[in-house]
């Protein structure tokens, strides 16, 4: 479910009427948890108090709420908590390891924050409570945590129900993308629609699971806060064969809001083992197999970490990268999440080994998106090294998203793409992204360039 206030008629005030048919889904919702009078509703939200290391669980007697933020003084939640669903789970979360935070208003106080309920919890409950207050609440802020730790957690939940003989509804409350239009509350991307489209998609298939192999550049420049909420309900649903039903979809204020039902068809699989492949490649340490742009990249951190300067010789890299000047890009991502990413266009030092050395420290303590890495962050993260072969002017009609990078510009405007990424499908794609970044309008007049990139991973020789 989604969750925004203007949803509210009191906050709306008219404006809600945008969203018509996601109220009308929301009722629809609530009016069936009422025919099932579960006795716990468990609702994950991106809203409440978040750790970035531990899901936290608002654990207390009882909790309250209203919409006071958004001008609404006449609407108040007050609901009981499951005490002995949370105390159940935090156990079982410690005996297996996944890391859970008991937040009361005690904790909360030492951080200056109010014990309450966040509007991601909030909305969700304006339309049950229309129709049903006969439960008590499980109140989750998930983390930034491993695509497997989120699905393990949901595992749990499905679990201790089931110890507690607890009829339960799942709600995971999140918006899809804020970046649908010019009017919404960040900077458009073709990305936005991109990622609510394939998130639905996916969600609606016999395969739901494979929203977790949804590209994760086109995730973090979607700037959605749906994604964790709804891994945590696939992993609450583990072991059972699943059919999603998009009961509406709309963005009418530049944001993607979705709602969603899964209704049990069958046995499915365990699909734990599954989960995190591709982030358990990402986690390993690899300094022989690696190439020598990568390893340099890791080497170079590592030495800044624990000696503040990077001890490398010229001399043990190959001549190639000691005898050329190119631009690079250096990519860190952790857990499939893009960490930092700092580049150059043209090179800027005296070779690409200097580049590569310069450039990955900026990515990892630079890079204004994201806090400084940790040292102890360096085993979970995958480097990648993309060397930029010297531009050339370009028409449109010699691009090719796939093969080349561009360059736009106009006057002190510039913007960069690199090439060969997913979900940039096209020319058009590839421009509007492009443009987009350097505040250009992509109907108006530009000088394009093009360049071709080598890129390194690790585990790539």
Request: proline share 5%.
């Amino acid at each position: 479910m989604p969750h925004p206030p203007i949803i509210v008629p009191n906050i709306g005030k008219g404006e809600e009427l945008k969203l018509y048919q996601t109220s009308l889904a929301c009722y629809d919702i609530a009016q069936e948890i009422a025919t099932k009078e579960p006795e716990t509703i468990i609702i994950v939200t991106p809203h409440g108090p978040m750790f970035s290391d531990a899901i936290s669980i608002s654990d207390g007697e009882d909790i309250s709420g209203d919409f006071r933020r958004f001008q609404c003084f006449d609407i108040k939640v007050d609901v009981k908590l499951d005490m002995e669903f949370n105390e159940v789970l935090l156990k079982l979360s410690q005996d297996e390891q996944v890391p859970v935070v008991s937040v009361d208003r005690e904790l909360l106080r030492a951080y200056g924050r109010p014990f309450e309920l966040d509007h991601g919890t909030l909305v969700p409950l304006y339309f049950v409570n229309k129709y049903y207050q006969n439960y008590k609440l499980v109140h989750i802020t998930y983390a930034p945590l491993s695509d497997r730790m989120l699905y393990k957690f949901g595992m749990l939940l499905q679990q201790v129900a089931q110890n507690l003989n607890r009829k339960s509804i799942l709600i995971a409350s999140g918006d899809l993308s804020h970046k649908l239009s010019t009017s919404g509350p960040y900077a458009y991307s073709p990305y936005g629609e991109q990622f609510d489209r394939q998130f639905l998609a996916k969600l609606s298939s016999s395969q739901p699971l494979d929203i977790f192999e949804l590209d994760c550049e086109m995730i973090e420049e979607a700037a959605e806060c749906g994604l964790r909420s709804t891994k945590i309900l696939m992993g609450a649903l583990d072991g059972k064969e699943i059919k999603g039903e998009v009961l509406a979809y709309q963005s009418p204020f530049g944001v993607g809001y979705g709602v969603v039902k899964f209704n049990e068809v069958g046995v499915g699989t365990k699909a734990l083992k599954y989960i995190g492949r591709r982030e358990q490649g990402m986690t390993e340490v690899l300094p022989k197999g690696s190439n020598p742009y990568v390893r340099l990249a890791r080497k170079c951190l590592e030495d800044y970490f624990t000696q503040t300067k990077t001890m490398i010789a010229k001399e043990e890299l190959p001549e190639i990268m000691v005898a050329h000047r190119h631009g690079v890009f250096v990519s860190l991502k952790k857990d499939g999440q893009l960490r930092g990413c700092i580049g150059t266009i043209f090179p800027t030092t005296d070779c690409v080994a200097s580049e590569i050395i310069r450039n990955a420290i900026a990515a990892a303590t630079e890079d204004p998106r994201f806090i400084p890495v940790r040292f102890e962050e360096l085993k979970q993260i995958q480097i990648s090294v993309d060397v930029l072969m010297t531009p050339t002017s370009a028409s449109i009609e010699e691009l090719d998203p796939k093969r080349y990078g561009v360059i736009v510009s106009k006057g002190m405007r510039k913007g960069v793409l690199l090439p060969n990424l997913e979900g940039v499908e096209s020319v058009d794609d590839q421009l509007a992204i492009v443009c987009q970044k350097a505040g250009i309008n992509p109907d108006g007049d530009f000088d394009i360039e093009k360049f071709e990139v080598i890129r390194y991973k690790e585990g790539e020789r």
